[in-house]
């Protein structure tokens, strides 16, 4: 079974930054493009980014692009999520998940509807 680990999350100021990671646990991310999801409270699940299986495309939400940087690491069978100039309304629950792609191009939409515990992430001063 898939299974996807979320850590990294923690407290933060305004404009502080935190790294997010996705480890996978019983399978190999190397074949799987790979998305970072969040919720805040009273808020419907959202995409952030998502990254191919190659790594060589990414995409971002609007609200994250040029704050937010999507990475994997093969040999660490992870995948990052870099996160600076962190706002209030970045605070939420972050989630990964795979993600479908078209030809080589990930799309910020999970594949499956299942969901780990996430990591919590709080922007506050």
């Known amino acids: 079974q898939l299974q996807l680990v979320e850590s990294g999350g923690g407290w933060v100021q305004p404009g502080g930054s935190l790294r997010l990671l996705c480890a996978a646990s019983?399978?190999?991310?190397?074949?799987?493009?790979i998305g970072w999801f969040r919720q805040a409270p009273g808020k419907e699940r959202e995409g952030v980014s998502c990254?191919?299986?190659?790594?060589?495309?990414?995409n971002y939400a609007d609200s994250v692009k040029g704050r937010f940087t999507i990475s994997r690491d093969s040999g660490k069978n992870t995948v990052y999520l870099q996160m600076s100039s962190l706002k209030p309304e970045d605070t939420a629950i972050y989630y990964c998940?795979?993600?479908?792609?078209?030809?080589?191009?990930?799309?910020?939409?999970?594949?499956?509807?299942?969901w780990g515990q996430g990591t919590q992430v709080t922007v506050s001063s």
């Open positions: 019983g399978f190999t991310l190397d074949s799987h493009a």
């Open positions: 990254i191919s299986s190659s790594g060589r495309s990414t």
């Open positions: 998940a795979t993600v479908r792609t078209i030809w080589t191009a990930c799309i910020i939409s999970p594949t499956g509807s299942s």
